[in-house]
């Protein structure tokens, strides 16, 4: 099954007035959904833009995988496992909160930044990253194309691909898989996608996406 959401179709959050957009792909605060909530283990994809000098002011997370994609811009994190990084286009950070940990995420830049953040459950108790777990920083700098980013806790892989003009790119064999269109017109069982749209794809096996224009993909693989 191919399930297609559009990105218009996003409930709209953040604080405009304090230069914060936020479009949810999920049920979240205020846009409680009950038949969306979840698909496997991401809990939400949440496309962010911050405006220079806007950000999101220390906060807890507990019990989440949080996989923080930059799509333009820089974003300045700050954590309570003892971290300061930039993150930039082509990197891949991910704050395991395990038990509980707080961060700051600001746009400390004189251009606008925009980033993809995905949370995910995890799924195994214990362990580090794990439901009760120590909470841990990683950040992957300038991820090679075609080397998934894993997820052991949520028994989760990422998957970044960057197709140009007419190339096509094979869909992960999985259970379950979440593709989050960042740029690009893109073509998938015959269903066109644009920046924003996401594909929520069960059970399926041997598929393509067809890309129109130079594209860029956040492609989840999922139990």
């Known amino acids: 099954m191919i399930d297609v959401r559009r990105g218009a179709d996003r409930y709209e959050g953040g604080d405009p007035d304090a230069g914060i ?9 205020r846009h409680y959904d009950p038949d969306n909530l979840r698909f496997g283990p991401v809990l939400a994809c949440n496309e962010e833009r911050l405006a220079p ?5 220390e906060h807890p997370h507990s019990h989440t995988e949080i996989v923080t994609w930059v799509v333009e811009g820089e974003l300045t994190h700050k954590g309570s496992t003892g971290e300061s990084a930039v993150v930039r286009p082509g990197d891949v950070q991910h ?6 940990a707080r961060h700051i995420e600001r746009n400390d830049g004189a251009v606008p930044l925009r980033f993809v953040q995905t949370w ?13 777990g120590e ?8 991820i090679a194309e075609g080397t998934p980013y894993e997820i052991p806790a949520a028994g989760a892989a990422l998957h970044v691909r960057r197709p ?4 096509r790119v094979a869909v992960p064999a999985a259970e379950r898989i979440y593709l989050h269109v960042v740029r690009g017109d893109l073509r998938l069982d015959g269903e066109e996608l644009g920046p924003g749209d996401a594909a929520r794809i069960t059970g399926e096996q041997g598929l393509e996406i067809v890309a129109g224009s130079p594209g860029e993909l956040l492609i989840w693989e999922l139990p």
């Open 21 to 29: 957009t936020t479009a949810h792909a999920f049920s979240f605060g």
């Open 53 to 57: 000098g806007a950000g999101f002011d």
């Open 95 to 100: 704050l395991a909160a395990g038990s509980g």
């Open 164 to 167: 140009g003009a007419g190339e």
């Open 120 to 132: 995910l459950a995890p799924s195994a108790a214990g362990g580090e990253g794990g439901e009760g």
């Open 135 to 142: 909470p841990a920083y990683t950040l992957v700098r300038q």
